[in-house]
């Protein structure tokens, strides 16, 4: 009985098999839609997201701060956009690892957009840095930081904080970190972005530090946290040239 019971159940389980439909594509159809000034708008759609727009446009047009003056990058080994990012950065991440000595949060390149004078809004800061970046703190042996202001002196300065340096014929001289002497026999705890940590930007110097720690922080919620501390204060953002990286 049980023999036959299972010979039914196994004919079965073949029977629904082969009455499966199996499909094959013998044809395909498609049509190109361009998305330009010639397609409508369709109000089901603005309707949807109309109230998201308008919440997000408060919130990015809201004032956290004001500019007393104009913030470029332009400028001869230093900037008043460079100084700016640099300090507020290194003034954020220092609450958190207050052991660091110096700070290259990010390149020229990095400074995306200008801050003009008068208000900030939160959109100002995330014209200035829309990328996601983390900072982190490495911990380099003298001879790395060499490296690192060799690429500062090639690349003809970049935005920094806590270290004064001349570029002489190609070379950095007269380096002040965190105000002593540079020494290549010890070890310093520089503040970076893990975008230029991991390379980015041909920054030399940071590839084999000896330790490496991620601060929890975006560098552009550093920036936002400073200028809105600095507003609490009922301070301007104010920066200014002072010597920081001099070109002979």
């Known amino acids: ?3 036959k019971i299972a010979w039914f159940i196994y004919g079965a389980a073949i029977l629904l098999a082969s009455c499966k439909s199996h499909y094959t594509l013998v044809e395909a159809k498609r049509s190109e839609y361009n998305i330009n000034n010639i397609v409508s708008t369709d109000s089901g759609i603005v309707k949807t997201y109309l109230p998201y727009k308008h919440k997000m446009e408060a919130q990015m047009n809201a004032v ?5 003056r104009l913030l470029t990058k332009s400028g001869e080994g230093e900037s008043l956009l460079g100084n700016f990012f640099s300090d507020a950065v290194t003034t954020e991440a220092l609450k958190i690892q207050p052991d660091i000595d110096f700070a290259i949060p990010t390149t020229k390149g990095g400074l995306r957009n200008d801050v003009a004078q008068g208000n900030i809004t939160l959109s100002t800061m995330f014209e200035l840095m829309p990328f996601e970046n983390e900072l982190v703190v490495l911990k380099l042996k003298g001879t790395d930081v060499e490296q690192l202001l060799g690429f500062l002196t090639k690349s003809g300065g970049q935005p920094v904080s806590n ?5 002489n014929n190609g ?5 002040i970190i965190k105000g002593q002497p540079f020494d290549r026999d010890r070890t310093y705890n520089v503040l970076t972005s893990d975008y230029i940590a991991n390379g980015g930007d041909n920054v030399k110097g940071l590839a084999n530090p000896l ?10 919620d550093a920036l936002i946290s400073y200028v809105k501390q600095q507003t609490a204060f009922g301070k301007a953002i104010d920066a200014q040239l002072d010597g920081r990286i001099t070109k002979n």
């Not at 956290?64 to 007393?68: C, L, N």
């Not at 270290?163 to 570029?167: A, E, R, T, V």
């Not at 330790?211 to 552009?220: F, S």
Request: charged share 30%.
């Open 64 to 68: 956290i701060g004001k500019s007393a």
């Open 171 to 175: 070379q950095a001289q007269q380096v």
């Open 1 to 3: 009985m049980r023999f």
């Open 163 to 167: 270290i004064k340096l001349n570029i």
């Open 211 to 220: 330790e490496r720690k991620v601060l929890g922080l975006r560098v552009r």
